[in-house]
């Protein structure tokens, strides 16, 4: 035989009492009156068998008994609470945290947040501009975002976007004698990734004793294309880096886009990335970035990167 479920009045007339220590603070609580109070707890501990309060002039305190059912009775509206919250929820809600490169996240990611935010207004963004790897494993981040050949052992990965590279500078700098060029040298790039580098660059120009060239090293790609407007020499760019600089017609593609060999990942733990709100990320994504896929395309075409002196 089961036992008597108890009613949920009277559970919720004990937790309070017990909680504010009074039986008349409990009743404002509640919108009864006092002796409403005192009645269901009487109840209760004739339901129960036992004394759950020690009644003295000056107020009530809990017995031992009491203080252990209402550890549980606590418990157990907190658990009704969090049901019920969780009942009205969507599985989006909730925070996921992003690691991106610096670069990506200034320029493919923040143009276009806030539509997903718009979206999912439940959705608390943690980005992480870093150009470090995080460690997925030791819960670092739930996703990150990884420019590179797509090989990431453990994780599940999922293709966004290629990129192009090419030298970028003021037109002036197009027709220029490549020995008196300053090249602003990346130090952020990605080693095996070799037209991000410029050796290859000079070596296609027929460069080779290119040891006494003037060079100024920056820490990433972001700021070696700011050092280029800026008018301290030429850079390596890609193209999700540099389209908005283009744009305004001060810095110019100086050769052909050349597409890289490594592209942009959305990569992330199995078991993370099969939920809800990781999904729900990747499907924005997915689409936010098919304006960048369109012009990386036009790019590499040749229909908008068309160098100074080759356009005149």
Known sequence: MHPRRLPLATLNAFETAARLGSFRIAAEELHVTPAAVSHRIKALEAELGTRLFERRARGVTLTRAGERYQKRIAEAFAMIEQATAEL?????????????????????????????????????????????????????????????????????????????????????????????????????????????????????????????????????????LAACDQGLGVCLARFTVAQQTLRQGTLFPLRPWRRTEFGYYLVGLPGVMATPRAAAFREWLQSALVPQEQALQAALAGSSTRSPHRSA
């Open 88 to 224: 009205g929820q969507s599985p989006i809600d909730g925070p996921l945290t992003i690691s991106a490169p610096q670069s990506f996240t200034r320029h493919c990611l923040l143009p276009s947040l806030d539509g997903l935010l718009r979206r999912h207004p439940g959705l608390r963004l943690d980005l992480i501009g870093a150009d470090h790897l995080v460690d997925l494993h030791q819960g670092e981040a739930d996703l990150a975002i990884r420019f590179g050949g797509g090989h990431y052992p453990g994780l599940h990965t999922h293709y966004l976007l290629g990129d192009a590279i090419t030298m970028v500078g003021p037109a002036e700098a197009a027709a220029g004698d490549w020995r008196n060029q300053r090249y602003i040298e990346d130090g952020g790039a990605t080693a095996t990734e070799p037209w991000s580098h410029w050796p290859p660059w000079w070596h296609a120009e027929g460069l080779h004793d290119t040891d006494d060239l003037p060079r100024l090293r920056v820490s990433d790609a972001g700021l070696a």
